[in-house]
Structure formats: structure tokens, C-alpha cells
């Protein structure tokens, strides 16, 4: 269809001259839209977050993230499978451990259920990364990042140590990437220290360098059971009133070694990834979080919103501030719609 400019009421030569420039010459065709289009989506760039649980054969869907399920490592397999064929970069792992206690030792359990997942996900041999996320709040009967302190805050310096033995494990399970999101200081100093003296040099290490105290974490909380049963996260977790502290905390991150750069969540932090992509040359990934995906979700669930326009826009936007990665629990769908809309060429492979 060719949407032609509607003609100027007295077509003629002043009226051009006054607009030398028209923006809608190369919106006119979807071709010309194509041809001049600045962000393209590709399902290498996207990462979908797993939530493993123990069992066999489970499948257990999650009430706030429609279509999000919880699964045992074989199902996790079944679905890694489809996630690889349609082209999708990786896979980012959360843990759901039968038992939490105060210190989150589920965490670095080397048969724990992310362990397990990962020494089966590598044994597929799959073309994705994995991506595991170390933290102890799933682990934690209290819900906090690390182990409390008397006066009930987090102690920061023990939570690096359990942190540290956590990615060690991670990665000889066979995580390609750590990615720590506990928001302690030193957390990537400490990890990187941990894994080079296990001889572990080649695991990359990717920070939730900037993560603020969001709102928009509570479907993954009901997913992982990880609220905090006292207090709140804001004595670790950014003000997400603030924007030059997430370059400090980027900075600080690029300084103790992080190899990728993780800016959440994303839409409400659109100006971290922008701030993070002129300051740096890291790879920058942003994590469109459980909230973004829920209200997306439920408002297309009522027919308010199309969902699958809305999803798309909101990744492109966050792909358009500057994110080479993007982790949304719409990975598979942008996928499957991405191999969807391409177009077979008639001709293709006369290069061989
Ligand atoms: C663990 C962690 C959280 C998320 C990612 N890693 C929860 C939190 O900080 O409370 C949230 C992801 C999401 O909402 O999708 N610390």
C-alpha cells in the first residue's frame, strides 16, 4: 500500500521551497521503511531467563508471568531446545531450591538445581549461552541478598565470599557467563579474584551494575518466593531516583573487571543505558524485568493493547538506547515472530 502525501491546498513552487526537507519521503513504502530502518531485532541479542526448580517432568506455570513456568532441568532441556532453534542467545538461570536457610547455602551447592541444570544444558551441547544469575536471595529463608548482620542489615563483606564460592560453582557446572545481581560492593572484584584462583580465567563475569530498588521485580519475587520477608532492598539496591549514581556504579564495575554491562531494569532506566553506552566499550545488556513483561501481559490478556506490537516497541526502545543484549521473558515469542516476518527471497543462494 503507498500512502502518498496529501497534496499542499495550493500546490506550488514556494510551498516546496519552504520545505526542502520531508520526512515522510522515505516513510512512504514499507520498503523505503526497511531500507532507512536504524534498529534491527535479531534473536542472537535476546536472553530468556529460566527458573529451575527440582522434579522431574515439572511444569509449573507462574501467576503473574503468563506463559513463564517454573521447570525441572529436563523440561528446562525441552525448552532450551526450541530457544536454540529459533535462534535465541542464550538462556539466563534463576534457581528454586527445595529448602532456604539463613546463609543461602543452596546457592553454591555444586549438586544444587541450577548446577544440575547447567551440567545438563552443557551436555547438550546447545548453541546458547548460559548465563547463570548468582545471588542468595532465592536461597535466603529471609529473602535478602546475603547473610544479615546483627543489626539486620546485609553484611556486605560476607555476602561477597558466599557470592564468590556461588559463581565458582556456577561456572565449573559450566556457566558460560556469571551474572551477579546481589548489588554488594566489590561483588565483580571478588568473583573475579574467586574464579581466576579456580582456574577458571575464561568465565565472564556480567554485572547488574546499575540495578535499582524497582517495583517492577514482584511477578519474579511470587516466581521465586524471594521477598523479603523484613525490610526492603533499598540498603543495596540504587534509588531509582538516581541517574549519575548508576555511572559511578558502572564505573566501579568496569574497574573491578566486568566483561558485560547490565543496566535494570529497562524502560524505566532507559537513560542508564544510554549513559552506559557513551561512557563505555563493554557490552551493554538491559533486563526488561518481570513488571514490564506482567503489565504488557495482562493488559493484552484484556484486549487494551497488542501485546505483541507493545513487546516489540518497548524491546526496540531499549535495543535503540544503546543495549547490544536484551534478557525479556519475551524471548521466545520475539523469535518466533522475528522467523515469522522474514520474508524467503526468491534467487537467495546464487553465493555459495
Ligand atoms: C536477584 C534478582 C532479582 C531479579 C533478577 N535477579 C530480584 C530482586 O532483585 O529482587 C529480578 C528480575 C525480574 O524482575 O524479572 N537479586
Not at 502518498?4 to 515522510?24: N, Q
Not at 559450566?174 to 551477579?180: Q, R
Not at 566489590?186 to 547488574?208: E, V
Not at 518466593?225 to 556504579?249: I, T, V
Request: with cysteine; glycine share 10%.
Amino acid at each position: 500500500m503507498i500512502d502518498l502525501p496529501s497534496a499542499p491546498s495550493r500546490p506550488g513552487k514556494a510551498t516546496l521551497a519552504a520545505l526542502p526537507t520531508r520526512g515522510r519521503r522515505l516513510r512512504r513504502t514499507p520498503a523505503l521503511r526497511a531500507l532507512v530502518r536504524e534498529t534491527r531485532l535479531d534473536p542472537s541479542m535476546l536472553v530468556m531467563p529460566m527458573f529451575i526448580r527440582s522434579g522431574d517432568g515439572v511444569r509449573e506455570p507462574i501467576g503473574s508471568l503468563p506463559g513463564i513456568e517454573r521447570l525441572s532441568a529436563d523440561q528446562a532441556i525441552v525448552d532450551a531446545r526450541r530457544l536454540a532453534d529459533l535462534g535465541v542467545g542464550g538462556v539466563l538461570l534463576f534457581g528454586l531450591p527445595d529448602a532456604k536457610d539463613s546463609i543461602g547455602s543452596g546457592a553454591w551447592a555444586d549438586d544444587g538445581v541450577v548446577q544440575d541444570a547447567l551440567r545438563r544444558l552443557r551436555a547438550a551441547d546447545l548453541p546458547l549461552v548460559l548465563i547463570a544469575d548468582t545471588c542468595l536471595c532465592e536461597y535466603t529463608d529471609h529473602g535478602h541478598c546475603g547473610p544479615l548482620a546483627p543489626d539486620g542489615s546485609v553484611a556486605n563483606d560476607a555476602a561477597l565470599e558466599r557470592l564468590a564460592v556461588t559463581a565458582v560453582s556456577q561456572a565449573r557446572a559450566g556457566a558460560d557467563i556469571v551474572a551477579p545481581s546481589a548489588m554488594m560492593d566489590g561483588q565483580i572484584a571478588a568473583i573475579r579474584a574467586a574464579l581466576d584462583a579456580a582456574d577458571l580465567g575464561s568465565t565472564s563475569i556480567m554485572a547488574y551494575a546499575a540495578k535499582t530498588a524497582s517495583a517492577f521485580y514482584s511477578p519474579f519475587r511470587d516466581a521465586a518466593g524471594s521477598a523479603p520477608a523484613f525490610g526492603d532492598r533499598r540498603g543495596y539496591q540504587m534509588d531509582p531516583a538516581n541517574g549519575r549514581e548508576a555511572l559511578r556504579e558502572l564505573r566501579q564495575d568496569v574497574a573491578e573487571g566486568a566483561d558485560l554491562l547490565l543496566v535494570k531494569p529497562g524502560l524505566p532506566c532507559l537513560d542508564h543505558i544510554v549513559a552506559a553506552r557513551a561512557a563505555f566499550d563493554l557490552p551493554v545488556a538491559a533486563y526488561q524485568v518481570s513488571g514490564e513483561f506482567a503489565m504488557i501481559a495482562a493488559a493484552a490478556e484484556r484486549g487494551w493493547i497488542d501485546g505483541r506490537r507493545v513487546l516489540t516497541e518497548s524491546v526496540l526502545s531499549i535495543q535503540r538506547a544503546g543495549a547490544d543484549i536484551v534478557i525479556t521473558y519475551g524471548a521466545a515469542d520475539l523469535a518466533a515472530w522475528i522467523a515469522e516476518e522474514r520474508v524467503p527471497l526468491a534467487g537467495a543462494g546464487a553465493i555459495r
